[in-house]
T-cell receptor, first 113, second 108 residues
Framework: EAQVTQNPRYLITVTGKKLTVTCSQN?????MSWYRQDPGLGLRQIYY???????DKGDVPEGYKVSRKEKRNFPLILESPSPNQTSLYFC????????????FGPGTRLTVT | QKEVEQNSGPLSVPEGAIASLNCTYS??????FFWYRQYSGKSPELIMS????GDKEDGRFTAQLNKASQYVSLLIRDSQPSDSATYLC????????FGAGTTVTVRA
């Protein structure tokens, strides 16, 4: 089954404790991205990747890191999480660019206390 | 000004009625437009894409695009309770920008 997976689905952590949210897709998509979704603000892009070893900032990259060492994986790293990063996070992939249909993962609900 | 703005809702319509969702965008370079549906607690899924001016129909859904007015709309005909969800409008130029979404409730 074609899908985007994310882990963990739910995470409660404390300020400053490094964490990684994994994302993997099995559709051989080139384009992958991370979004955060907050009430009233919609989906905002954090980082995106056009292909292996090619990443770039989205609209809200501060406090996040990403890497793309393999085509299928695109982990999101929070080196020192803060409460304002409490949000619902979605990983998405598409065939080759942002304008293609985005396939979203199930979401990760992160709470930073 | 947000790049993509949607009527905030929530929108409540009776079963069988037409739900009308509106979206405006600020980037005149946007070429592709999308409507995603997001059920509560779930991830967004694409329901319509539109690239040229005019109407595009897919089953009970019709997307309308007017690039001169920078306006995109989605009509849901014969609304069903299963259409109750948040609808996200998105516009693509060099990046994909989403609106905040309009929540639709179809009451039986």
């Amino acid at each position: 089954e074609a899908q985007v997976t994310q882990n963990p689905r739910y995470l409660i952590t404390v300020t400053g404790k490094k964490l990684t949210v994994t994302c993997s897709q099995n559709m051989n998509h080139e384009y992958m991205s991370w979004y955060r979704q907050d009430p009233g603000l919609g989906l905002r892009q954090i980082y995106y990747s056009m292909n292996v070893e090619v990443t770039d900032k989205g609209d809200v990259p501060e406090g996040y890191k990403v890497s793309r060492k393999e085509k299928r994986n695109f982990p999101l790293i929070l080196e020192s999480p803060s409460p304002n990063q409490t949000s619902l996070y979605f990983c998405a992939s598409s065939l080759s660019r942002a304008g293609d249909e985005q396939y979203f993962g199930p979401g990760t609900r992160l709470t930073v206390t | 000004q947000k790049e993509v703005e949607q009527n905030s809702g929530p929108l409540s319509v009776p079963e069988g009625a037409i739900a009308s969702l509106n979206c405006t965008y600020s980037d005149r370079g946007s070429q592709s437009f999308f409507w995603y549906r997001q059920y509560s607690g779930k991830s967004p899924e694409l329901i319509m894409s539109i690239y040229s001016n005019g109407d595009k129909e897919d089953g009970r859904f019709t997307a309308q695009l007017n690039k001169a007015s920078q306006y995109v709309s989605l009509l849901i005909r014969d609304s069903q309770p299963s259409d109750s969800a948040t609808y996200l409008c998105a516009a693509h130029d060099y990046k994909l920008s989403f609106g905040a979404g309009t929540t639709v409730t179809v009451r039986a």
